[in-house]
């Protein structure tokens, strides 16, 4: 009755625009704005950015791009309308900006004079463009568009009748990867590299085969070779991280690969006098976790070397500056920098609190954008407020407040971080508690522990949807970094190597217990959810306990041989997360399923998935689904239409995925009156 009470004051909500509440509500998301992708210009005097937004009617993401000084003044939009409008580039010269729009019907290549308000679109292209980069010169846009193949056929059908109705023709596959998570089945083709005249005309191809062009590309000074990363072994689909980097003839596609090593070579960049490129990679080991690094070398692929700048943690989105300074991201301890170094390694941190571009949960990553004078342009959010856009000169500057008009009456859930010793080994763990709205220390309020995916990602001080609408509805929220999160050094990532889930209940229920300790929260109130590797963990631990009163398992791997083997990438999973394949070493792979503890639940679970998930194929839940209830454990099933792994694509999921774990829960909480009549 209360699971239907919540769904019913959801959609009540839907229709009831000007009611305004003093917290976060789910239908709020659709209020919710963040920047993304800021360009500035190479003399710093202007910024291109990225406003994103929702249309609730269309149940989608809408952009827009913006432009601003980096003073803050003269702000206006360049574009408008419920339209994507995506990938800004600004030309050598500054004057002009290349971007991707779909106002046409299709997404298409426009050209705009930022000077004349004079603006075309320069593409009819079949396909959609992406990684649009401008030539040194100005003369050229390259981009990258697949490229369809016809489909592979193993027989020759008999003609059908004229006017006879017969079902399609079957779809033969006999590749590795035959489907992947968000795009669904793979069709015949690959994506190719095209250069297009600034000045219009058709665009022409200067990279052929069955092999992927993808990624960051860069071009020569003198504008007549392309620099990109790709994997032309002939072996690829079994050693599909072993790409290097190449240069591309502009003139006649030939090739020629710079690096030789085994492992990632990718993100090349040119430095701006054109001598060098700058280049990320690793050695790779087979590892779950591998810290990438960044290298250099002489425009012809002579001598390469690391960057010895003694992080211990991943570098990635390098930027060259005028000054021969390399920019990077990267994260430590949950909060996603800007650095820079040298040549020689000797690196500073600029900016911190990099990020708010996941706006479900509070993941790491974010964008930023240097000048030649080391002016930054980046995506700043702390855990009140999703992306907005920032300069550091010197001194931050910030330059949007986008939600401001949202959180001027919302009032948000306090973020406190927290660092807690595991009861497993005594090794430091961080985490943040996000409390309540009108919090009173003096009370008792139930806690959701809300576990992040990946495993290799980390949580961090940013802004999250999700944990904001949890504190909402009067939940303490506990969201940490267990063993194999980022962020703390290739060490701390690898002690999951070939076993996780590893030792990361102990690190979660220690954190759990931290909280406890702290005097707010009401012990028999515990709820436990996470997604992905949250979804594995969340199972894994109502196997180990009883403590919760409620769980909800997310897009779960809940059998780790089945997952294998019907993920959209097996190779991946079993040679890098494992140490054989699933009939080479059965034991490894029950050992670390949550299903091998499934006779052990006797927590209330909710299993929820995309279902046109191929990360963590529905499969995985149903399986699941099916022992609970075999067991007579009371249980749920929530399928996510037209969702995949990432279910916040439509805002309307999201929606669905939290109303639903809020209704679940409350469905199990129990109030103290009858706690006592339960003892």
């Known amino acids: 009755m209360k699971l239907l009470y919540i769904t019913l004051s959801f959609l009540m909500s839907l229709t009831v625009f000007g009611q ?46 913006w432009i601003v000084k980096t003073d803050g003044s003269n702000h206006y939009p360049l574009t408008t309308g419920n339209h994507t409008n995506s990938s800004p580039v600004l030309s050598p010269d500054g004057n002009k900006l290349a971007y991707v729009s779909n106002k046409s019907g299709k997404s298409q290549i426009h050209m705009m004079w930022l000077d004349k308000d004079i603006q075309f679109q320069l593409t009819n292209l079949q396909k959609s463009p992406s990684r649009l980069t401008w030539s040194p010169d100005g003369k050229y846009i390259a981009f990258q568009m697949f490229v369809d193949k016809k489909p592979k056929r193993m027989v020759e059908l008999p003609p059908k009748p004229k006017g006879a109705d017969w079902a399609s023709s079957a779809i033969y596959i006999d ?37 992927d062009h993808t990624g960051m590309m860069s071009w020569s000074k003198d504008s007549k070779y392309l620099f990109l990363s790709a994997n032309h072994d002939d072996d690829r689909e079994f050693n599909p991280l072993d790409s290097e980097i190449y240069r591309i003839s502009v003139a006649d596609g030939s090739n020629t690969a710079l690096t030789d090593r085994y492992g990632p070579d990718t993100s090349p960049i040119v430095s701006p006098d054109g001598s060098k490129i700058a280049y990320l990679g690793y050695d ?24 010895e700048t003694n992080l211990d943690n991943s570098i990635y989105n390098i930027q060259w500056s005028g000054n021969d300074r390399i920019y990077f991201l990267y994260d430590e301890e949950g909060n996603t920098k800007v650095a820079s170094t040298n040549l020689n390694g000797k690196y500073r941190d600029e900016i911190n609190n990099v990020g708010g571009l996941s706006l479900g949960r509070p993941y790491s990553g974010g964008d930023f954008s240097v000048s030649e004078e080391g002016i930054v342009a980046f995506t700043y959010s702390t855990p009140d407020h999703p992306a907005d856009l920032a300069v550091y000169d010197k001194e931050l500057n910030r330059i949007t407040r986008l939600n401001e008009d949202l959180f001027n009456y919302k009032q948000l859930g306090e973020v406190e971080e927290i660092w807690y010793k595991s009861s497993h080994d005594g090794k430091e763990i961080q985490g943040w508690i996000c409390k309540p709205p009108n919090f009173d220390p003096s009370k008792k309020y139930p806690l959701i522990l809300e576990i992040h995916g990946g495993p290799f990602t980390n949580y961090g ?81 109502v196997g180990k306990t009883d403590r919760f009163r409620a769980a909800v398992v997310a897009k779960p791997v809940i059998n780790w041989y089945s997952h294998t083997l019907s993920a959209d990438n097996p190779v991946f999973f079993t040679e890098y997360w ?23 639940v006797t927590t209330p679970t909710m ?35 037209e969702a995949s792994h990432g279910i916040a694509a439509k805002p309307s999921n999201l929606i669905n995925k939290v109303v639903y774990i809020l209704g679940w829960f409350e469905k199990f909480d129990v109030s103290e009156e009858n706690l006592n009549n339960e003892k």
């Not at 917290?23 to 710093?44: A, K, N, Q, R, W």
């Not at 790779?284 to 070398?297: E, P, R």
């Not at 299993?607 to 022992?627: K, V």
């Open 20 to 65: 305004n509440s003093a917290v976060l509500e789910p239908i709020d998301i659709f209020d919710l704005e963040y920047v993304s992708s800021p360009t500035i210009s190479t003399d710093g005097d202007k910024i291109i950015y990225i406003r994103n937004s929702k249309d609730i009617m269309s149940d989608r993401g809408v952009s827009n791009l």
């Open 175 to 211: 590749e590795m990867v035959y489907r992947r998570d968000g795009s669904g089945y793979v069709k015949p083709g690959s994506s190719q590299v095209f250069v297009i005249s600034t000045n219009g005309g058709t665009p022409r191809q200067i990279t052929s085969g069955d092999v």
């Open 284 to 307: 790779d080991k087979k590892l779950g976790y591998h810290n990438s690094l960044i290298y250099v070398m002489n425009i012809d692929g002579s001598s390469s070397e690391m960057i």
């Open 461 to 541: 001080n940013r802004f999250s949807t999700e944990v904001q609408l949890y504190a909402a509805a009067g939940y303490v929220v506990l969201y940490t970094n267990p063993r194999g999160s980022t962020s703390y050094g290739a060490d701390f990532a690898n002690t999951i190597h070939h076993n996780y889930p590893s030792n990361d209940y102990e690190d979660l229920m220690s954190g759990v217990d931290a909280v406890i300790e702290k005097g707010y929260v009401d012990e028999n109130r515990l709820f436990v959810t996470g997604g992905s590797g949250g979804g594995v963990l969340t199972a894994w631990i």
């Open 578 to 600: 494992f140490p054989g394949k699933p009939w080479e070493v059965p034991e490894e792979y029950m050992k670390r399923s949550p299903i091998s503890l499934v006779g052990n």
């Open 607 to 641: 299993l929820l998935t995309g279902e046109n998930d191929y990360r963590t194929p529905i499969s995985e839940s149903e399986q699941y689904y099916a022992a609970l209830k075999l067991n007579k454990v009371p249980s749920a099933l929530v399928r996510i239409q």
